[in-house]
Nanobody, 116 residues
């Protein structure tokens, strides 16, 4: 199994910044994708950003392009999400995700609240 633990959530004003971190442990295959999803009550969970282990190929949701930056450390099996220029609509629970060998793994989530 794989365990994912998120940290770094909190409350900020519009325009503020937060950095989320995710530590993965367990049986981590060297070929994997790690990323971040977010969800608010009553809405579908949406992909925010992902990054591959081998090529560091990155995909961002259109809503966060230019504001969020995803990075990873393959040796430590960590992934971070630097979030700048946060907006009200960024408020959500953010979940770390790891995909490997046909399976998905999820963290418990960390809450991000953006309010004026």
């Amino acid at each position: 199994q794989v365990q994912l633990v998120e940290s770094g959530g909190g409350s900020v004003h519009p325009g503020g910044s937060l950095t989320l971190s995710c530590d993965a442990s367990g049986d981590i295959f060297h070929i994997n994708d790690m990323g971040w999803y977010r969800q608010v009550p009553g809405k579908e969970r949406e992909a925010v950003a992902s990054i591959t282990s081998i090529t560091s190929s990155i995909i961002y949701a259109d809503s966060v392009k230019g504001r969020f930056t995803i990075t990873r450390n393959n040796a430590k099996n960590t992934v971070s999400l630097q979030m700048n220029s946060l907006q009200l609509e960024d408020t959500a629970i953010y979940y770390c995700n790891l995909k490997q060998l046909g399976s998905d793994y999820w963290g418990q989530g960390t809450r991000v609240t953006v309010s004026s």
